[in-house]
């Protein structure tokens, strides 16, 4: 089955801990993107990245980092100077070059900051 | 900055009814909108609206976009409890960033 598999479901993270959150795609799609979701805001873009080993900053990257070492993967790590990292975070991915963009996401990660 | 802008934020309606959610958006250099829906998890696909494709439909849901008066409706008739969701609208500008640009999207209820 093609698609975007993200993991954990869920993630309980200590205020001052560094986590990760996996997003891997079978879709052979060029582009990834990582989105935040809090109540009511609808999503925000924080990294995304057009090709292997190079990927640029959203409108809200301010503590989080990302790589992209294999076209698969776009793994996001969310530091300790995030402030408020408690949210829902989504991964998607879209074919580059496509004139209109659509975008395909993944299941999602809820994070929970304790 | 791209913005897009959707409304009503919620909107609560008993089943068979009919609804209207609306997007409107400003951006540089328009290239499509989308329309996804959101129950629990992933935002699935539902539309996608261009220059030269500005009317959708599919079943219960059709959606119109209106380059003019830069906006987009999405109509849902003959709603079901299963059409209780988010429903989110993006556009996306072009450009070398492939960024789409999000509203914060409708909570729809609909009660039995």
């Known amino acids: 089955d093609g698609g975007i598999t993200q993991s954990p479901k869920y993630l309980f993270r200590k205020e001052g801990q560094n986590v990760t959150l996996s997003c891997e795609q079978n879709l052979n799609h060029d582009a990834m993107y990582w989105y935040r979701q809090d109540p009511g805001q609808g999503l925000r873009l924080i990294y995304y990245s057009q090709i292997v080993n190079d990927f640029q900053k959203g409108d809200i990257a301010e503590g989080y980092s990302v790589s992209r070492e294999k076209k698969e993967s776009f793994p996001l790590t969310v530091t300790s100077a995030q402030k408020n990292p408690t949210a829902f975070y989504l991964c998607?991915?879209?074919?580059?070059?496509?004139?209109?963009?659509?975008?395909?996401f993944g299941p999602g990660t809820r994070l929970t900051v304790l | 900055e791209d913005k897009v802008v959707q409304s009503p934020l919620s909107l609560v309606v008993h089943e068979g009814d009919t609804v209207t959610l609306n997007c409107s958006y400003e951006?540089?250099?328009?290239?499509?909108l989308l329309w996804y829906k959101q129950e629990k998890k992933a935002p699935t696909f539902l539309f996608m609206l261009t220059s030269s494709g500005i009317e959708k439909k599919s079943g219960r849901l059709s959606s119109i976009l209106d380059k003019k008066e830069l906006s987009s409706i999405l109509n849902i008739t003959a709603t079901q409890t299963g059409d209780s969701a988010i429903y989110l609208c993006?556009?996306?500008?072009?450009?070398?960033?492939?960024?789409?640009?999000f509203g914060k999207g409708t909570l729809l209820t609909v009660n039995p």
């Open positions: 993006a556009v996306y500008s072009g450009g070398s960033n492939y960024k789409l640009t």
């Open positions: 998607a991915s879209s074919p580059l070059g496509g004139r209109f963009n659509e975008q395909f």
């Open positions: 951006v540089t250099n328009f290239r499509s």
